[in-house]
């Protein structure tokens, strides 16, 4: 019997039953990860939105940080939104809260103005096929440097919104609020 791929949601903080629900729309199965040994048990992982600076904080205390970095230099598939990208990146600018450290791009927070605190648009994504795809911002974040092993998915004007580094990705929006399984479904496919 072949088993079903099991990706791990971190569930500190943040849009976590969206994520879930999704998942188990593509046929995954999915557990809710708060303990390093959590980690042991899935193909991969998702970390979620929510406020970086605070999940930073928490993946420390729950002693989660290390572990997760690890596995994630070991190759294991991580999937960042929004706050997950943020997480993953090298460097964030102005800031010198926690980060994993495993991408090599430079972010820039809550980058689209006060004003214009979220939005939606239409957007070409060539990996996810021809038809554009929804995003939804909610002050979101935007990666404004990538290194040469980084593969630009979506950009915007100047601003990096999807990228992938090998086991890594990615994204400043929230896949998880929209119809379109799409981007976790590339996801999978990195898994599989
Ligand atoms: N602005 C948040 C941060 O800097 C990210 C927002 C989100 O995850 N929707 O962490």
Do not use: W
């Amino acid at each position: 019997m072949v088993s079903r791929i099991r990706i791990g949601i971190l569930a500190l903080q943040g849009a976590v039953r969206e994520h879930r629900a999704v998942l188990h729309r593509l046929g995954a199965e999915t557990c809710d990860v708060l303990n390093p040994p959590d980690l042991d048990r899935i193909d991969g992982l998702i970390l979620p939105g929510g406020e970086s600076t605070t999940t930073g904080k928490l993946l420390l205390r729950y002693g989660l940080a290390e572990p997760i970095a690890r596995a994630g230099r070991r190759g294991m598939p991580i999937f960042g939104t929004c706050t997950g990208l943020i997480l993953l990146s090298k460097h964030i600018n102005r800031s010198n809260q926690y980060s994993l450290g495993l991408m090599d791009t430079g972010v820039e927070r809550n980058a689209f103005g006060r004003q214009a605190n979220s939005f939606e648009a239409d957007m070409p994504i060539p990996v996810l096929g021809d038809k554009p795809y929804h995003t939804v911002f909610i002050r979101a974040p935007y990666i404004d440097r990538a290194g040469p092993d980084v593969d630009v998915l979506l950009r915007y004007e100047d601003k990096i919104l999807f990228a992938r580094q090998g086991n890594l990705l990615a994204a400043a929006f929230h896949p998880e609020l929209t119809d379109d399984a799409r981007v976790h479904e590339y996801f999978l496919q990195l898994i599989k």
